[in-house]
């Protein structure tokens, strides 16, 4: 059975600093892995996506890397801004489309 | 262009009751799954239908929940004789196909008394 674990659960940083969110998965066949933001009370919103094959993607101050066989991928965020306070998902999917989430990192950015 | 739209944005409705979730994904999206995320927990996979396949319901808690997608586009999501542990944001995501990006929608808060 898939489980995807976030470390840390929170984490509160002052501006500017970059830091790394952690995402581990038990089973490494998987088809991609996803990262998202969610506001507080807001839906999701899609970050990067990582497909099977890939081992990083880049979309602005994001870097998110994927090691399959080690069942890990963390998010790089650079120079980080009170604006990115949110809570951050990791979402594996494995036969296309059952997506098992993890339970998010909350961050906060100080000013 | 138009993202994932639901509603109602808020229901409230009383133990016992049936209540109806709609879904309306991006124009295109041949895929749409329903999450719910109840308070303190992470999400929780219901459904995922894809084009005019059968549904995945392996996620569904229970024969009270069903859902059903017309047309290939809108999908509702029915809760029968609601339970107050249904309480929770239900989510629907839609992406192009089975291994694309998933996009969601703003979720609708259900709270049975």
């Known amino acids: 059975k898939q489980e995807v674990t976030q470390i840390p659960a929170a984490l509160s940083v002052p501006e500017g600093e970059n830091l790394v969110l952690n995402c581990s998965f038990t089973?490494?066949?998987?088809?991609?892995l996803q990262w998202f933001r969610q506001d507080p009370g807001k839906g999701l919103t899609s970050l990067l996506l990582?497909?099977?094959?890939?081992r990083e993607q880049t979309s602005g101050r994001l870097n998110a890397s994927l090691d399959k066989s080690s069942g890990r991928s963390t998010l790089y965020i650079a120079a980080s801004q009170p604006g990115d306070s949110a809570t951050y998902l990791c979402?594996?999917?494995?036969?296309?489309?059952?997506?098992?989430f993890g339970a998010g990192t909350r961050l906060f950015v100080k000013a | 262009g138009a993202g994932v739209s639901q509603s109602p944005s808020n229901k409230v409705t009383e133990k016992g009751k049936d209540v109806e979730l709609r879904c309306d994904p991006i124009?295109?999206?041949?895929?749409l799954y329903w999450y719910r995320q109840s308070l303190g927990q992470g999400l929780e996979f219901l459904i995922y239908?894809?084009?005019?396949?059968?549904?995945?319901k392996s996620g569904l808690p229970s024969d009270r929940f069903s859902a059903e997608r017309t047309g290939g586009s809108v999908s509702t999501l029915t809760i029968q004789r609601t339970q107050q542990e249904d309480s929770a944001v239900y989510l629907c995501?839609?992406?192009?196909?089975?291994?694309?990006?998933?996009?969601f929608g703003p979720g609708t808060r259900l709270t049975v008394t």
């Open positions: 990582i497909q099977s094959s890939q």
């Open positions: 239908f894809q084009g005019n396949s059968a549904p995945d």
């Open positions: 089973d490494s066949a998987i088809y991609n």
């Open positions: 979402a594996v999917s494995a036969g296309g489309f059952k997506t098992i």
């Open positions: 124009s295109g999206h041949t895929a």
């Open positions: 995501a839609s992406s192009f196909g089975t291994n694309y990006e998933q996009y």
